[in-house]
């Protein structure tokens, strides 16, 4: 017994060294032959790119601060991924599986990551940001835009020169350093659309090639799940960072005399992009790992059966199954897979042939049709809502993030899954798909109606909206005249007792001031132009605060119904495109739906809303002659032209639907008629019934 005991002593050490290494290579190797542990970098690398790509909107109004930009500048920019993403999405279905997808898939992930560092960059190349005057060589402080009325005729001289920015200060600010800082980030935004092409669809078809048949639909539906997760963590990320001042890397001495509640705030927007592009990095790296081809998975999960979607009544595949008789190959990549030696040239050609195909389908046509309306009103609320939050119930830009990634979000999250739900349970045919479509779209319609009626005006702003815009008010202009206020200031004061705004302690004609400006409370004395007529009265620091700002929690529940509701029509409708159309066009069919989503909804939305957003303003900011972003809205007009843009779309959506129930009702009641006299009839031969059949139909 002894022997045996020292002989393993003696054998224990030397193994343990020299075969530590190998064993750590097989279990490395073991772990990138694992088709898991791929759906978990896959989830992972969503979340993080949804993330980086989520959070421009999440800062969308503090970027237009802080570089002076419109709403449909911001817009046109929060849509410019769609941009490169639409230009290359359409030859993911021409390479499929020719290439190494996992090593891809990587590169895509580095480029994502990059743009995120390039959207962060004009903040270090850009000037400090200064929120008091366009004039660098005057001080950032509250005392600076005081009026000087009382002084003496040589200051009058300055305070002149005050008003009107001189040539070396507004050289800082030419058009041409303007341009491009936007450039980078309107370049950035189309590497970022280019990186993310490969990513979900050679990760969905890897997937799919080598999980178990019957594991495939569990692992994409817990990717779905994870990637989910990306647009509230981006929304979080953003209430997170814009406490922080923009300039925190950087900040002046002495510090800043404002707080996030101020209108000037400007918060760090650049730090979220270097976190989310870090992120990125760290989930691309396993990519480069992983083989061009793993062994196929041979074990089934024994829980699958609770959670996969079931057959219908019909025996018709659900999304995810192949149609009968069709090869993975066919199904996943399709007819340009069929014929695998075609050239990118014809599979070019063949494109245009096999897109008029499929929107020759009635029911094809309109839930697409539909899912643009949808896709148009979430694009626009995703984009604009932080900002509208802002301005109608004067919370913070962080405030309204956080509001969006804690409620809105996980709303939608939920309705997406109430609807997969809901398609297996019920084991719903067309016709309820099309019937949850319409009460779905109905629901959300009338949920939005409230919201056209849940804000309050504008409240009075001196010699811009309001009484003091009118011509009996000719005392206070010429009391503003006097003091010879800058038309570039901005550093808006209240009037608590007529509750009434003026750009500037100047326009107020203010001399003094008490409190502490590190703190934000600064009360400014002594001013002789309020339009309330009490002389020598003070006023305080800030905007004044919305009589609404108690309608932001019921505002912000009725959208995330709405956005919960509508989100329980997505898997219904999915269904209707596959069923809408022929079983060898249905992958392509996925790719054309995708293709038109992002050319008519996310491309065009961010900017049609921007530009509703830019119609309802009463004050642009004057940057050196040129006008730049907004300082005041008319609240109204933004709420009514906000709200009606997303009703329209709403509408769109219902009209849609209720066109595609009608248009199924008809093909059942053809195929009641033939089937009375020809015997049961097919999901496939009701679409020959409802359609014109062509003879020299192309196929590939």
Not at 165 to 178: D, K, M
Not at 224 to 237: M, R
Not at 518 to 530: E, F, H
Not at 656 to 679: D, M, T
Request: net charge neutral.
């Amino acid at each position: 017994m002894s022997y045996p005991k020292t002989e393993v002593k003696m054998s224990s050490e030397p193994v343990s060294k020299s075969q530590a290494e190998p064993v750590q290579k097989r279990l490395c190797s073991n772990l990138f032959l694992s088709i898991k542990f791929f759906v978990l970098c896959h989830s992972l690398l969503q979340l993080a790119q949804l993330m980086i790509s989520g959070y421009l909107k999440s800062s969308i109004s503090t970027i237009e601060k802080r570089f002076g930009l419109s709403s449909q500048t911001s817009g046109l920019l929060a849509a410019f991924n769609e941009v490169g993403n639409t230009a290359l999405i359409v030859f993911v279905s021409y390479f499929g599986s020719r290439v190494h997808r996992p090593r891809l898939i990587g590169l895509g992930a580095v480029l994502v990551a990059a743009a995120g560092l390039l959207m962060s960059l004009p903040h270090f190349i850009a000037e400090p940001y200064h929120y008091d005057h366009v004039n660098l060589d005057l001080p950032q402080d509250s005392g600076s835009s005081l009026c000087l009325l009382s002084q003496a005729p040589a200051l009058a001289l300055t305070s002149a020169l005050v008003s009107t920015p001189n040539n070396s200060s507004c050289a800082l600010y030419s058009e041409a350093p303007q341009i491009v800082v936007v450039g980078l980030m309107f370049l950035a935004q189309t590497l970022l659309g280019v990186g993310a092409v490969p990513i979900q669809p050679f990760g969905i078809s890897y997937i799919d090639d080598f999980a178990h048949p019957s594991n495939s639909p569990l692992y994409l539906g817990i990717l779905f799940a994870v990637t989910l997760i990306g647009p509230g963590l981006a929304y979080g990320l953003g209430g997170l960072m814009l406490r922080f001042y923009v300039d925190i890397d950087r900040m002046p001495e002495g510090g800043i005399s404002l707080t996030p509640k101020d209108p000037r705030w400007v918060g760090a927007w650049w730090l979220g992009f270097l976190v989310s592009a870090g992120a990125v990095t760290l989930t691309a790296l396993p990519y480069f790992f992983f083989p061009r081809e793993m062994p196929k998975e041979e074990q089934e999960l024994g829980f699958r059966k609770q959670i996969l979607p079931s057959l219908d009544d019909k025996g018709e595949s659900s999304l995810i199954k192949s149609g009968a008789g069709n090869s993975p190959d066919k199904e996943k990549y399709g007819e340009a897979q069929i014929a695998p030696d075609l050239t990118v040239i014809q599979f070019i050609r063949i494109f245009p042939q096999v897109l008029l195909r499929n929107l020759r389908h009635p029911i094809f046509l309109l839930v697409v049709l539909a899912q643009v309306n949808m896709s148009s009103m979430v694009a626009g609320m995703a984009t604009f809502l932080p900002k509208f939050l802002e301005r109608q119930f004067s919370v913070t830009a962080s405030f309204a993030n956080l509001l969006i990634g804690s409620i809105s979000i996980p709303a939608a999250i939920v309705g997406l899954m109430a609807g997969g739900v809901l398609v297996k349970r019920l084991q719903l045919v067309p016709t309820r798909c099309a019937t949850i479509g319409i009460a779905g779209s109905l629901t959300c319609l009338l949920l939005g109606l409230p919201l056209f009626f849940m804000g309050c005006p504008t409240h009075p702003i001196a010699n811009v909206y309001g009484p003091s815009t009118l011509p009996e008010n000719g005392d206070f202009l010429n009391c503003t005249q006097l003091c010879s206020c800058s038309k570039s200031d901005f550093n808006p004061v209240c009037d608590t007792r007529s509750h009434t705004e003026y750009v500037t302690p100047c326009q107020a004609g203010c001399t003094g001031l008490q409190g502490d400006p590190g703190q934000g409370s600064v009360v400014y004395t002594n001013c002789s132009c309020l339009l309330s007529g009490i002389r020598d009265s003070s006023v305080t620091s800030g905007s004044c605060e919305s009589s609404c700002s108690h309608l932001v929690f019921p505002f912000i529940i009725l959208v995330s119904l709405g956005g919960a509701v509508a989100s329980i029509t997505h898997t219904p409708s999915f269904m209707l495109i596959l069923r809408g159309v022929k079983n060898e066009d249905k992958s392509l069919a996925v790719g054309i739906q995708f293709m038109l989503l992002r050319v008519l909804a996310w491309m065009p939305s961010p900017v049609l809303h921007g530009s509703a957003i830019d119609t309802a303003c009463v004050f642009w900011a004057d940057t050196c002659g040129m006008q730049s972003l907004c300082r005041y809205y008319d609240h109204d007009l933004l709420r009514h032209r906000f709200i009606g843009l997303q009703f329209f779309f709403k509408l769109g959506t219902l009209v849609c639907f209720i066109l595609v129930f009608i248009i199924l009702r008809q093909q059942e009641k053809e195929a009641a008629s033939y089937r009375s006299h020809h015997g049961p009839v097919s999901q496939e031969e009701k679409l020959v019934l409802s359609s014109e059949k062509r003879s020299g139909e192309s196929r590939v």
